[in-house]
Nanobody
Framework: QVQLVESGGGLVQAGGSLKLSCAASGRTFNTYAMGWFRQAPGKEREFVAAISRSGGRTEYTDSAKGRFTISRDNAKNSVLMQMNSLKPEDTAVYYC?????????????????WGQGTQVTVSS
């Protein structure tokens, strides 16, 4: 079992940056692909970015490409997401998730473990 704890959210002005962190428990972190999702009020949880077990491959939703960067440090059991050029529409609760499946996945159902989320608010 994997426990995930996100941090790094906050309030930022449009155009600003935030760096989200996700700390994972357990000794099998490198056997999980990792993802970031977000959920705005009244909307479904949506995919933002994913990274493979080794960190060699990444995938982003179109709105995150060129602005967000996902990375991981398997030695530290952590996954990060640098978010630049933030927009008001990026406002949401951001969740870290772990998937036992091979490859990269954008579906909520493909992930087995979830963190509690961290709030990101971008003011205009």
């Amino acid at each position: 079992q994997v426990q995930l704890v996100e941090s790094g959210g906050g309030l930022v002005q449009a155009g600003g940056s935030l760096k989200l962190s996700c700390a994972a428990s357990g000794r099998t972190f490198n056997t999980y692909a990792m993802g970031w999702f977000r959920q705005a009020p009244g909307k479904e949880r949506e995919f933002v970015a994913a990274i493979s077990r080794s960190g060699g491959r990444t995938e982003y939703t179109d709105s995150a490409k060129g602005r967000f960067t996902i990375s991981r440090d398997n030695a530290k059991n952590s996954v990060l997401m640098q978010m630049n050029s933030l927009k008001p529409e990026d406002t949401a609760v951001y969740y870290c998730a772990a998937s036992r499946y091979l490859g990269l996945h954008a579906g909520v159902k493909d992930y087995d473990y979830w963190g509690q989320g961290t709030q990101v608010t971008v003011s205009s």
